[in-house]
């Protein structure tokens, strides 16, 4: 195994910590069963990525068994063999460089979008917010190989969404780093849930391309606390 350059090793250290906490939020938003999501997340600067052991169960993840892999999949530093996801994430890393994070899971609702091969429609304010357009589907590829990486980048590239719904899998999402990433399967989940629920009642229609515009612009741009007032405390 090629070792991994000394100046990255903090890095790499606090990514193995981070990328292994986040599990924990897959269990908590209730978007895995059993072993079936993973995380990961770019090492800024390096041609490596560091993710999730295969199969092993939640609770016995720690930062320890991480695998530190390079952008072609291959193992670099760690005693678990990697996610068997590990080349759909690596594919992604070389073919987006501003994505920082990818996760992957099989939560219910979304993937019932999936297995139907339908997206699902921008209908409500929470979605256009985050995925400021419809959850797009991806090509069905077998696990293994490019091809979930091939699918995921080919959808996602210059989309809105950060999540797409690869046919009869699963949701992948990407991010700025882990937590962005997880975030949107959060919220890929529960849009999924809305809608599915909305629909079973009757017709959904689309939110007018302008307020999806207008609701992606200020989620994106104004919501939450920004600027240096509240970086430095500043609570009025
Ligand atoms: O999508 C799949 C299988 O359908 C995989 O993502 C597994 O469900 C999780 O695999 P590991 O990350 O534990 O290898």
């Given at each position: 195994m090629t070792a991994i350059p000394a100046h990255h090793a903090d890095t790499v250290a606090r990514l193995r910590r981070e990328v292994c906490a986040l599990h924990a939020e897959l269990i908590r938003w209730n978007?895995?069963?059993?072993?079936?999501g993973n995380i990961s997340a770019r090492v800024p600067g390096a041609d490596l990525m560091v993710i999730k052991p295969s199969g092993v169960t939640y609770d016995d993840l720690t930062p320890e068994s991480m695998v530190v892999c390079d952008l072609?999949?291959?193992?670099?530093?760690?005693?678990h063999a990697p996610s068997s996801d590990t080349d759909a994430h690596a594919y992604v890393y070389r073919a987006m460089p501003e994505v920082g994070a990818v996760v992957h899971t099989h939560s219910t609702y979304a993937t019932a979008w999936a297995a139907r091969g339908e997206p699902i429609p921008c209908a409500i304010t929470a979605m256009a917010d985050e995925f400021g357009a419809d959850i797009p589907v991806g090509p069905f590829a077998l696990i293994g190989g490019d091809d979930i990486g091939k699918g995921i980048a080919a959808t996602l590239a210059?989309?809105?969404?950060?999540?797409?719904?690869?046919?009869?899998h699963g949701v992948f999402t990407i991010g700025r780093d882990a937590k962005a990433a997880v975030k949107a399967a959060v919220m890929c989940e529960d849009v999924a849930r809305t809608v599915h629920l909305a629909r079973e009642h009757g017709p959904v229609d689309r939110l007018p391309q302008h307020h999806i515009d207008a609701l992606y612009d200020r989620y994106q741009n104004v919501y939450g606390q920004r600027g240096p007032r509240q970086e430095e405390g500043a609570d009025s």
């Open positions: 978007l895995v069963t059993w072993t079936s072609h999949g291959t193992p670099v530093e760690g005693a210059g989309h809105r969404s950060p999540a797409v719904l690869m046919r009869g």
